[in-house]
């Protein structure tokens, strides 16, 4: 049965985000207009930007978009999700005015004609601060998700060219430099990631690990992060653009040591949110050139036993090639949508050892998947993870005898792969103590089912 739209929630929403909207943004300005010392960012190119008075209409827009998006909220996760993603990007974004002020030195003087009140009327309450990142990007990012799940499919271009519009003419009405923009989307996506649609946020599994290897890898991300942030903001003009490194890596860095494989929210599909995609954008481009590059000379898949490849995250031709039917990913970090081909993900870190209910539910889903034919077992190179499940998915089907014979099958398959001694000693714990899958999660404190993860 269909769930009632959630109206009188989403108009109490309203009435507590639109205030809040008004009073922290006029707060963060206030503070900002006391101080002598706010600074500004600006490229030389941004002072041809012509002033159009016309696109204070679209930037206006987005105030209206913002009210309506709440009532558009079908169900009542819908709501909640969307409107605490509201709620933490005004939060972020006001945090950020506060530290780190800038404004913009762009004077606009009096705009004449039909436009020029609505302009009066946004300077009664807006000063030339709290410019970084963009509050008026972020948010449209926000809004693109109720919009385009309401609208029809044909009229998704409609939208996008409307929200394309809006973030336009918070340059050509000099409310905003450039650098306001990618740093309000990153925020936008940020706020996203953190209150996924169809998965709890990430935030709720959030633990300090107690694996020395997760908090040395998570300080090597964050020892990144802060490095090329320092370049950056030294450095200064093009060099900016590191923030968006920098920021891929503190994140990273924090799924490492507080959060988990999950995370990365790949999909049972191999694809991943475009909001994921943007925050880790570098880091996504380094993983994958790092492991098309560790991989160049070697076969993209090995054949391990009748029916199961183990190799690298696939491309199309590769698939083809194989006969590939169905698809074991254990890469957390990569997306690998595979349309046409069974695809399962059982998520795992990468350069961490999976838990034995990783390891039971990994050699499962590869069991169950060599039922309908050629099985690729993958992460992003094909040396770790997916050769220790293959290792486990011998085990279980009794191809090997013990742990140090399945691993040696698999490195005769593919020489390249680097188990050793502590990955014999974890399948021998994981053979000693094979529960049914369900009962290995309630121990791990994990979920069950298969089909919602990443790994490598």
């Given at each position: ?36 010392d706010v600074g500004f960012i600006v490229f030389a ?214 959060l988990d494989a999950e995370a990365f929210e790949k ?187 990443r790994e490598h």
């Amino acid at each position: 049965m269909s769930e009632a739209r959630p109206w009188r929630r989403a108009i109490v929403w309203l009435l507590v985000l639109g205030p809040f909207f008004f009073a922290s943004y006029g707060f963060a300005t206030w503070v900002t207009a006391q101080r002598s010392d706010v600074g500004f960012i600006v490229f030389a190119w941004e002072r041809q930007i012509p002033l159009l008075p016309w696109t204070i209409v679209p930037y206006w827009l987005v105030d209206l978009l913002y009210g309506l998006s709440l009532l558009l909220c079908a169900t009542r996760r819908q709501l909640d999700t969307h409107a605490a993603r509201l709620l933490v990007t005004q939060l972020l974004a006001v945090s950020a005015f506060l530290v780190f002020p800038l404004r913009c030195t762009f004077q606009r003087g009096d705009v004449q004609g039909s436009f020029g009140w609505m302009f009066d009327v946004l300077m009664s309450f807006d000063q030339p601060y709290n410019q970084a990142p963009s509050l008026h990007i972020a948010l449209l990012v926000v809004l693109l998700e109720p919009y385009l799940r309401a609208v029809p499919r044909a009229w998704h271009t409609l939208v996008y060219a409307a929200a394309l519009l809006i973030g336009v003419s918070v340059l050509t009405t000099w409310q905003h430099h450039f650098v306001d923009i990618p740093t309000g989307f990153w925020l936008g996506c940020f706020a996203v990631w953190l209150f996924p649609t169809d998965a709890p946020p990430p935030l709720r599994r959030a633990t300090l690990t107690g694996s020395r290897k997760r908090r040395r890898l998570a300080a090597g991300y964050a020892a990144g992060s802060l490095g090329i942030g320092l370049l950056a903001t030294s450095a200064g003009g093009a060099w900016l653009w590191l923030l968006w490194a920098a920021g891929a890596l503190a994140l990273v860095a924090l799924i490492y040591l507080v959060l988990d494989a999950e995370a990365f929210e790949k999909r049972a599909d191999g694809s991943m949110p475009g909001a994921v995609r943007c925050l880790l954008g570098p880091y996504l481009l380094a993983a994958w050139l790092n492991s098309r590059w560790w991989t160049r000379r070697l076969p993209a898949a090995s054949p391990v036993s009748a029916g199961i490849l183990l190799g690298r995250l696939p491309g199309e031709a590769e698939l083809r090639s194989h006969g590939v039917v169905a698809i074991v990913d254990l890469c957390a970090e990569l997306p690998c949508p595979t349309p046409g081909v069974r695809h399962t993900v059982v998520p795992l870190l990468d350069l961490v050892p999976p838990s034995l209910a990783q390891l039971e539910r990994a050699s499962a889903a590869i069991d169950d998947a060599r039922q309908i034919g050629q099985v690729l077992v993958c992460c992003a190179l094909g040396f770790a993870r997916s050769a220790l499940a293959v290792a486990a998915w011998l085990l279980r089907t009794g191809a090997a005898n013990s742990p140090a014979e399945a691993v040696a099958q698999v490195q005769r398959a593919r020489p390249s792969v680097v188990l050793g001694r502590d990955e014999i000693d974890l399948l021998s714990r994981w053979q000693e103590h094979r529960l049914p899958a369900s009962q290995f999660s309630a121990a791990d404190g994990q979920p069950s089912s298969v089909g919602a993860g990443r790994e490598h």
